[in-house]
């Protein structure tokens, strides 16, 4: 939280900006707690990120620290791009939250703590030798203990609860506890546990109650000194109409616009995996637009069923994650050779094998470039924020039907599970590539191509007069016919390799996202990075550093003016939630000295990690 | 307009084919080639899907629509194609290796979830495209270049490994008997979900006359089962033998009519809609028994997969009203910034 700038009549702090970190068991709905809590601060006219952190286990054993879940959110009054580097407001529902996430609370930082979970068990299960509330290991913090289980079942005993769904409740009194903190209007959140419960009347009244007691509780409390009501003044955004969205929802939507601007059905084929599945979940939900979804029996099995809708005119999409994307490596392979379109997401999760399933990481760059047997180049793109996932989703539909391939659409766990408004787009905005299905049998085969772009005439079955076969077989250039034909297999490989260099024409050059277009330090990004790297940029421009961001989106071809652009500066900086994927990459195509800046723990970049590269860097 | 009358050479693509000389798929093609355009399906909704195998070399040769796709998932491709477009007529040609091998997987759903497709499955018992290993029908104790010294592992039985996997159309033919496999094919074509059909081929050069005892006509009236629902389950020169039920072993045993007081109200009357039955059949094997050649199981009146998804769709669209990309991006709770 910044420091407090002014006091209002009524007492209350301003602040700019604040981090917020809810953190219980995975059983304790935190999850729900915080994006309640997103909405109504949204709605307030902040601007905000968040950042959902769980364990793969459902439902680990209570009060294990394995088990805790947490969700932060960042919000303020100027632009936030990420969830935060250090914790103003820590909620610890019992021990193992506190001692998970005390470390990143900032010194004086606020401590909301349910004194009733401090047991000597739940202590001993999390590690303490004696009770952090009594022996001073929290002086260095503002603790606020509430005995906040016998508040909430004394506050839902008039709703007939026995006491397992009472103790339930206490995610919703400390989210009113929290809402009256921030001055939040609960509206919303009455209205959603309404609807929630809607079957359930006498738990959302529990539910109702336990905020409300919650927020009264702060009213009327006697509060440790200096915690009182804090106001974040509404952040300065674009005018226009607003909702939250997580990445996630924002690809599937996109998927969705993609297929519409295509002028196509879709046909989605997916296997559940973490953190990927949502997007199977949101489009089978959607039946009513021109969509089919396919749950398969297996990663293979789904990336055959989309290449098989898209040899019968439909649009073919496959989601998984880094496993289930080299699963269907071999498929991908073939929608190279047989040159459909095929719209691959990949929402990366860390590895390598099952790894770090609910965590983050961008280490499938390779995978996406590289990862598939003989030489099958395909375009790559990556979505930078949660709504970016929408354009990037687009984007990816759009060079595979116009230019007959597969495409390899890369999100991340981060930016598909946090949540950020957006500026909700308006279909008029975008323009439509229709796609055109050859007809005409006069000179037809399958390999009749665009001259300019080379890619190839799609012809779907149920034409009349061009029945034509396609196969994993090399085909003959001018037939299609299957040809093992030596110098035919090195034009059409050339080919293939020349239709895909060719889309950097068709893709807009390389912009510069915050800065100028040379200078002493360029930091070069791709995907969720984009937060932490804005702001740092930002942060080291105000005092006056020579540094600026570029974000590549499209990773394969590069936009044909990066390394022009990059060769503008004298140093380039990739961070990358990976052991340095891309930087080798750019090392190698452009022939520049560029340093890599790497993460691995599962966690997104701080600002302040980015912020000390540029400056070790540009003090060496 | 009518449509043109076409023949079997309108089936037939340009392309040279290239199976090994007396090769039984020349004679499956044959048969496919005549069968058609007795179909009342027009030309460019039928489509050939195969996987990775000799066999799999099918769709090259016929004037349709045709995907050559990669090994054991051609049942996976199939099934996007008739989800995308349920008007298409979709055929998938694979082998022992291709469906009960690599894509054993793809067989066992496609199946279970009755997918609206033709199953060819040639089955030759052993890898020929790679020249010759043992494949996961080939009987014990073949001998191959993978196991010089003869398998060890059991084979499996196609048409009892799709009953077992739920299937609602199940058939067994020969590939070289026209006769037999042409009313079956168009049965397996007319039927609204997944059919199955498991032809008996020939390997001229990898496994030949592994099915000799079935397939050549001195043995046929001993070796083959013809079933044919409604009537007995009679085999035999003078078709004098039969298959009855032994109530006290729940099993299947051969008699002769005429002999011991038998006559052919003991004999098993085949009805193919009855699943213990057709599990029975389905496990006959060749030297014990004659082996079922035939519609072995057809279960009507279930919706297939592909009808089931649009009916869904069907519903939701009537419940939840048109489809509109800028309303639903607004759905959930706004707020305007001014």
């Known amino acids: 939280m910044s420091a407090v700038e002014s006091s209002d009549q009524d007492g209350a702090h301003q602040v700019s900006d604040v981090v917020v970190r809810f953190a219980g068991d995975s059983g304790d709905g935190m999850q729900l707690t915080g994006s309640n809590f997103t909405e109504a601060t949204a709605l307030s006219g902040n601007d905000l990120a968040t950042f959902p952190d769980f364990p793969a286990e459902i439902r680990a054993p209570a009060g294990a620290t394995f088990g805790v ?15 935060g580097d250090d914790v103003d407001v820590l909620v610890a529902m019992n021990p193992a939250a506190l001692i998970t996430n005390l470390k990143d609370l900032v010194s004086g930082g606020l401590v909301i703590v349910d004194t009733d979970a401090f047991t000597d068990k739940n202590m001993g299960r999390a590690g303490y030798e004696s009770s952090p509330l009594e022996d001073g290991s929290l002086d260095a913090y503002r603790v606020v203990p509430i005995d906040i289980t016998k508040r909430v079942v004394e506050s839902v005993k008039p709703h007939g609860l026995n006491h397992k769904f009472a103790v339930r409740c206490k995610n919703m009194w400390t989210l009113g506890l929290v809402m009256w903190l921030f001055d939040r209007d609960r509206t919303a959140t009455i209205a959603n546990l309404r609807n929630k419960f809607k079957n359930k009347p006498e738990i959302a009244d529990a539910n109702v109650a336990a905020l409300n007691a919650g927020h009264a509780y702060g009213e009327t409390a006697e509060m440790p000194t200096g915690v009182e009501v804090y106001k974040v003044p509404r952040a300065e955004v674009a005018p226009g109409l607003y909702r939250n969205t997580t990445g996630s929802e924002a ?14 059905p879709m046909t989605f084929a997916s296997y559940p995996i973490t953190p990927a599945t949502s997007l199977l979940h949101t489009l089978s939900g959607l039946k009513q637009f021109d969509v089919v979804t396919f749950q398969a029996e297996d990663e293979i099995a789904a990336v055959c069923a989309a290449i098989g809708a898209s040899f019968a005119g439909s649009l073919g999409v496959t989601s998984s994650s880094g496993p289930g994307i080299s699963l269907k490596a071999e498929a991908i392979s073939l929608a190279t050779q047989v040159e459909l379109p095929l719209v691959i997401a990949n929402t990366q999760r860390g590895g390598p094998s099952t790894g770090l399933p609910t965590k983050t990481e961008q280490s499938d760059l390779n995978q996406a470039l590289f990862g598939r047997h003989g030489d099958a180049m395909l375009p790559v793109i990556a979505a930078a924020t949660s709504t970016d996932c929408f354009d990037a989703a687009i984007e990816s539909v759009r060079l595979a039907t116009q230019f007959m391939t597969p495409v390899i659409l890369l999100s991340d766990g981060y930016m598909a599970n946090a949540s950020e408004p957006w500026l909700v787009p308006d279909m008029a905005d975008y323009e439509a590539f229709p796609v055109t299905f050859e007809t005409n049998p006069e000179g037809f085969t399958p390999v009749n191509r665009d001259p300019v772009t080379l890619a190839r005439v799609w012809a779907k079955p149920g034409t009349p007069g061009l029945e034509h076969r396609v ?22 490989t050339d080919l293939r390799e020349d239709k895909i260099n060719g889309i950097a024409n068709y893709i807009p050059e390389q912009e510069v996202s915050m800065g100028e277009t040379s200078g002493k330090l360029v930091v070069v990004g791709w995907g969720s990075t984009y937060g932490a790297i804005h702001q740092a940029v930002k942060r080291c421009r105000q005092n006056n550093l020579d540094v600026s961001h570029v974000h590549i989106r499209y990773l394969n071809p590069f936009p044909r003016n990066l390394g022009d652009l990059l060769a ?12 340095g994927q891309l930087v080798d990459v750019l090392r190698a195509r452009y022939l520049i000295d560029a340093k890599p800046l790497n993460k691995v723990s599962g966690q997104p970049f701080k600002i302040r990690e980015v912020e000390g590269a540029i400056k070790s860097l540009l003090e060496a | ?11 037939a693509s340009d392309q040279e084919v290239r199976w090994c000389p007396g090769c039984g798929d020349y004679a499956i093609l044959k048969t496919i080639q005549k069968l058609m355009p007795t179909l009342d399906v027009p030309k460019e909704n039928q489509v050939f899907i195969s996987g990775i195998g000799c066999s799999s070399r099918f769709p090259y040769y016929m004037n349709t629509y045709g995907f050559h796709t990669i090994h054991g ?24 290796g291709d469906a009960l091998s690599i894509g054993g997987n793809h067989t066992l759903h496609a199946l279970r979830r009755n997918v609206d497709l033709q199953i060819l499955l040639f089955n030759n018992e052993i890898y020929g495209l790679t020249k010759g290993q043992a494949s996961p ?20 039985r196609p048409c009892v490994f799709a009953l077992g996997a739920g299937a609602r159309f199940v058939a067994r033919t020969i590939d070289t008997e026209a006769k037999i496999m042409t009313p079956i094919l168009r049965r397996a074509h007319d039927y609204k979900g997944a059919s199955f059909v498991e032809i008996y081929q020939n390997c001229p050069v990898y496994n030949d006359g592994i099915f000799e005892y079935i397939k050549n006509k001195k043995n046929a009236a001993e070796s083959r089962l013809i079933l044919e629902h409604g009537k007995p389950l009679l085999f035999g020169a003078d078709n004098e033998k039969g298959i009855r039920l032994n109530s006290k072993t729940l099993k299947l045993e051969i008699v002769t009519i005429g002999e011991n007081g038998i006559t052919e109200d003991d004999i098993v009357v085949h009805d193919e809609t009855n699943k213990v039955l057709a599990q029975m059949l389905a496990g006959l094997k060749t030297p014990e028994f004659p082996e079922a050649i035939g519609v072995l199981y057809c279960e009507t009146d279930v919706p297939s997969y592909t009808d089931e998804v649009y009916q869904q769709r069907i519903f939701v669209r009537e419940k939840k009203g048109a489809a509109d990309m800028n309303a639903l991006l607004r759905t959930g709770h706004t707020w305007t910034v001014s």
Do not use: C
């Not at chain 1, 503008?568 to 052991?579: A, I, K």
């Open chain 1, 251 to 264: 690809l599937a939507y996109g998927l969705l616009a993609g297929s519409q601007l295509a002028g196509l």
């Open chain 1, 69 to 83: 879940s947490a969700f932060q959110i960042y919000f303020g009054s100027e632009d936030v791009t990420t969830a």
């Open chain 1, 568 to 579: 503008g500066f004298d140093t380039v900086l990739v961070p990358e939630m990976n052991t």
């Open chain 1, 471 to 492: 196969g994993g077989i090399e085909k003959n250039f001018l037939t299609g016919d299957i040809s093992y034909d030596s110098d035919n297999h090195q034009k059409m």
């Open chain 2, 137 to 156: 029908t080939s009987k014990v104790g073949t001998h191959s270049p993978s196991t010089p010294d003869g398998s060890l592992d059991m084979p499996l």
């Open chain 2, 73 to 96: 998932r051609a049942l996976s491709v199939a099934t996007g194609a008739k989800i995308a477009n349920p008007d298409l007529d979709i055929w998938v040609v694979t082998g022992d």
């Open chain 2, 1 to 11: 307009m009518n449509a043109p009358i076409l023949s079997d050479k309108d089936f």
